[in-house]
């Protein structure tokens, strides 16, 4: 088994609890690695290095070109090295190599963009209606950053957080998820080898409530950025707004893929395997409910089906497996019991429904690719996050009905819609209230792209050159060029 310790200014640290928890390997479900198990005084020690880091020594002397550059190199050491933080990801979460090695090999773009960022920052000069007055303003680090993650997709979801903070001059404390601690570690480790400067990036691992709560009521964190559960999300809303801190909050999605009988259909099934199956389900844009028109309803079902049918399960690190275990055992049961939920809620079985037991798929936690027709848009099923392989199928008749059944969901992610109307595309687009619509494709992700939620899929947005905005302060400087300062009792 290997073992990680804490990564605290600059170097490996042991807990102040002295004791370490076990990370599992989901496909075999047996534990693969020792993780510190940090507390209140070890996240005490690492906001304190952040806090040092981003008052004195190297980082905050380094001009902006010099940052970017710097951001720049540490792209290219993340590209050297993407494969061995793949490996760790697959090991640790069970999702595809094919997946992890294509989101490692894609990180260094963060960081070459948001480099090439850092000395674009300006400030504006504004032209003030008051006479004797230069005003202007510029932009400052918002200070110590909280970044907490979730296991689904532990670095790529952790680089749009960091790279844009680090871009904005803050320096950071990353709370990774306890079931997928090790790549974090592995990474930071890798950032200052390649010459960040120690205390810029510390790692407390640990539980969210021993960890994750004394990092958020931290009162030298000023800022919280969190992907995560809507439950988590929300509690962390409300504990940084009692320290008056910045939040930004990416949750769950119960996003809705739209195919109209006019698609290209071979696409759009295509399009809904792959929404609902890829990542096996655990990603929070997943395509989890599937609005099919009702005169393409049975086939697209049938076709949907019989792709689903023929995904390759077992071994994660295997490039040719489709659809990998689910990453933790409590996941593992929670998919289940949706699945007995949607069952008593009298939506039709089609496909799977049961963990599998193929011989691919070993001791692993694996659900069988399911598919649920018949569902009734108010459903458990429909309107709450499986976070698994678990797809809800809804017929509808015409456009307006697909807008409201999309629209009814407490949360606004994405969405997915399949036609070959152009005008259909952009009235869907306008209509459904999420943070991104996708036309005839789905899942497509870029650091150039804003994203983020409407309603309770979150707060914020990360990705795009706005991102870095999240991270930064304004301020705003008067100078008097003119008469000396009059009259004490008048405002001028
Ligand atoms: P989670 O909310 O259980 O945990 C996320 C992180 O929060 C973990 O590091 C956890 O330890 C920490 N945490 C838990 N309790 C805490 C507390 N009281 N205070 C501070 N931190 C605490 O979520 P998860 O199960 O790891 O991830 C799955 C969820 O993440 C899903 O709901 C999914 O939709 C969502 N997600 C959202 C996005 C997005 O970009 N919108 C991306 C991926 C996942």
Redesign the pocket.
Known sequence: MQTYPLHIDGARREPASGEYFESYDPFVGQPWARIARGNADDVDAAVGAAHRALTTGPWPEMTASARGKLLRCLGEAIAERSDDLARTEVRDNGKLYAEMSAQTAYIPEWFHYYGGLCDKLEGTVVPIDKKGYFAYTTTAPVGVVAI??????PLL?LTWKLAAALAAGCTVVI?????TSASTLEFVALLEDAGLPPGVVNVVTG???E???P??DHPQVRKVS????????R??GE?AARGVKHVSL????KSPNIVFADADLDAAVNGAVSGIFAATG????AGSRLLIQSSVHDEVVDRVVALAATARMGDPADPATQVGPVTTRD?YQKVLSYIDIATSEGAQLRLGGVPATRPECGDGWFVEPTVFTGVENTSRLAQE?V?GPVLAVIPFDDEKEAIAIANDSRYG?GAGVWTSDIGRAFRMAEAIHSGTVWVNTYRAVSYMMP???VKD??LGR?NGIDAVGEYLETKSVWINIGAPTGNPFVLR
């Open positions: 907490i993650t979730p296991w689904n997709s979801l709370k990774p998820s306890e079931h539980f969210g409530a960890v994750g709560g990092l958020v969190f992907t995560g559960s809507d439950a988590t999300g509690r962390i504990q990416e949750l769950g999605g655990q990603t929070c844009i996941q996050e976070f992610l994203f983020g939620g899929s979150g990360e």
